[in-house]
């Protein structure tokens, strides 16, 4: 499992990156990983205001749906439109080309709080991230 150092994560296993006032979020390789193949991501309209650890999009692979969390408040300033046509870029490349949003927020100081670095990151995925379709991941 790779995990970059200078990332921050949720407790969810979403990751961000952080430049400026600028968030890029996705998933971890972890997640992807336990989720299987992505089929099909969706994800807010740029402009759309998300809080902090709540669902901004889902995520729907061959084996579950999964809500994606938001590790910032703020407002989606882009939204990575190639996974529209090739959700598998989340698992091909989770760190690189499988970036879902980026957050503009104002408020990283407060809100960074609450963000892991990787030496603090859960082994497992909790079960909020995954909701039932069918059956939870084991």
Do not use: C
């Not at 952080?18 to 972890?30: F, H, K, N, P, Q």
């Not at 499988?98 to 503009?104: H, Q, T």
């Amino acid at each position: 499992m790779h995990t970059p150092q200078k990332l921050y994560y949720t407790k969810e296993h979403e990751w961000a990156s952080v430049e400026g006032y600028i968030a890029t979020v996705g998933i971890t390789d972890y997640a992807q990983g336990e989720l299987g193949d992505v089929v099909f991501v969706e994800l807010p309209e740029i402009g759309a205001e998300v809080e902090q650890d709540l669902p901004f999009g889902t995520i729907e692979a061959v084996k579950a749906v999964a809500d994606l969390f938001a590790p910032v408040s703020g407002e989606i300033v882009a939204v990575n439109s190639a996974l529209q046509e090739q959700p598998e870029l989340v698992n091909q490349s989770p760190y690189k080309d499988g970036w879902m949003v980026k957050i503009k927020t104002l408020f990283l100081t407060s809100s960074g709080s609450k963000l892991l670095k990787r030496t603090n990151l859960p082994l497992s995925l909790p079960s909020s991230f995954i909701r039932k379709v069918g059956f939870l991941l084991s």
